[in-house]
Nanobody, 125 residues
Framework: EVQLMEFGGGLVQAGGSLRLSCVFS????????IGWFRQAPGKEREGVSC???????IYYADSVKGRFTISSDNANTVYLQMSSLKPEDTAVYYC???????????????????RGQGTQVTVSS
């Protein structure tokens, strides 16, 4: 059974930092691209970042490039280090995983894959 669990959300002031963790089981970094998408109230889901260790591809949405960094422990956790946070980063952040053979590094990369329950990130101005 595949499980993805997010940790690390919370409330932070604009300009601050947070680190999200996705702990997963039932799949491997070698076979799956794993990362994050987010959804803000009234907005479409947005693929934020993804790491595909099997073929060394990393994706970042333009909206987070230079501010967010994705990494893994090469075992069962993927991290999203978020810096210089903005109020528009406020959203529920979901961990997601998709077979790396069908992974495409674009905004909808997470569709059709597994996902966690989400963690709230709120950035105050």
């Amino acid at each position: 059974e595949v499980q993805l669990m997010e940790f690390g959300g919370g409330l932070v002031q604009a300009g601050g930092s947070l680190r999200l963790s996705c702990v997963f089981s039932g799949l491997s970094l070698e076979e799956y691209a794993i990362g994050w998408f987010r959804q803000a109230p009234g907005k479409e889901r947005e693929g934020v970042s993804c790491i595909s260790s099997g073929d060394r591809r990393i994706y970042y949405a333009d909206s987070v490039k230079g501010r967010f960094t994705i990494s893994s422990d090469n075992a069962n956790t993927v991290y999203l280090q978020m810096s210089s946070l903005k109020p528009e980063d406020t959203a529920v952040y979901y961990c997601a995983a998709i077979d790396y053979l069908v992974f495409r590094p674009r905004g909808e990369w997470f569709q059709g894959g597994y996902r966690g329950q989400g963690t709230q990130v709120t950035v105050s101005s």
